[in-house]
């Protein structure tokens, strides 16, 4: 089968388009036939072994993960012995990320626990499109406890959290999404469902007047001090993603700013799957629909590592692998 290989830890030069052995499932495991596949901040990272805990999960001179591509959409081409829940033909989509990745080859093996039956109505590229991104912005507005008719402002609005995130908000009863990115993608973000949209290299929504009940970050690449002054009184802070160090301050000056202030700051946890029929009811109801940049073919994926983690992207980077 054709794959892209990571052999070392560089820039996306060390990526190489190979025939490899087509893996054979376990008794646990399905093989799917991938049909289509995205990039998100893991394949960024894994490509580059930064930031550093990066190397101390997945090996320290070179990476113990050779495939990277953390969602899939495909079909069941086999199933181990063990598998009853899953046939051969099945439409299956899924984020991978915790089963050792692969998703950027022609075939992969997984745990059959680790997918969820795609709808028919829904596309192989918008099911690649919609695991990873899509339980970040659920489970982030419900980490941050979103109520109806809550103001929402979303960091980082462009991407893929972003763009599913405002959909979900507006499910959850909030009309009120202000967005925040680059001006090349305030368009696209109004078009998503965003009421207002803010150009962070223009305005920094901290020194506004408006305030919010919830902030989702996607971005987190500031104190997490200077997004308290954008909060309503009790309103919640909610990260999804970003620099390290911004990250390990949210964990730990979670309960003191709570203590002081009133005001609630999470790092959420990822839960891989776990709410995927709330994904599939959303979309079968017109409710939601992912922002696909691409597809594109298997063959860029290492210029579209590249293009996803300098931000040029606009919702979704989505692969069409067969």
Not at 39 to 64: E, H, Q, S, T
Request: hydrophobic fraction near 40%; aromatic fraction near 8%.
């Amino acid at each position: 089968m054709k794959a892209i290989v990571l052999s070392q830890y560089g820039t996306s030069n060390v990526l190489q388009l190979r025939e490899v052995d087509t893996p054979v499932p376990d008794d646990d495991e399905v093989l799917v036939n991938v049909r289509a596949t995205a990039v998100n901040d893991w394949d960024w990272c894994l490509m580059r072994g930064a930031p550093f805990y990066i190397r101390l999960l997945c090996g320290l001179r070179k990476p113990n993960i050779s495939i990277l591509g953390a969602e899939i959409a495909g079909l069941v081409e086999k199933v181990g012995k063990n598998v009853t829940r899953l046939q051969p033909g099945d439409a299956v989509y899924g984020d991978i990320s915790e089963c050792g990745f692969g998703g950027f080859a022609e075939y992969v093996c997984v745990p059959a626990t680790a997918l969820a039956l795609k709808p028919d109505s829904m596309t192989f590229a918008e099911a690649a499109a919609l695991p990873h991104a899509g339980m970040l912005a659920l489970q982030g507005l419900r980490e941050a406890q979103l109520q109806p008719e809550q103001t929402v402002l979303i960091n980082g609005a462009g991407g893929g959290v972003g763009t599913l995130g405002v959909q979900i908000a507006n499910d959850m009863g909030s009309t009120d999404v202000t967005g925040v990115d680059h001006s090349n993608k305030l368009a696209m973000m109004r078009s998503s469902g965003f009421v207002y949209t803010i150009d962070y290299t223009q305005t920094d929504f901290t020194q506004l007047e408006q305030r919010y009940d919830v902030i989702l970050d996607a971005k987190t690449d500031r104190s997490v001090f200077e997004y308290l002054k954008a909060l309503n009184p009790g309103g919640a802070y909610v990260t999804v993603g970003g620099a390290t160090g911004r990250l390990l301050q949210t964990l730990l000056m979670g309960p003191i700013i709570h203590r002081l202030f009133g005001k609630r700051v999470r790092l959420v946890s990822l839960k891989p799957n776990q709410d995927l029929d709330y994904i599939n009811r959303l979309f079968e109801a017109h409710q939601l629909e992912p922002v696909i940049d691409g597809p594109y073919p298997l063959s860029q994926v290492p210029e579209l590592i590249q293009y996803f983690g300098e931000g040029q992207h606009k919702g979704k980077v989505v692969i069409s692998v067969t």
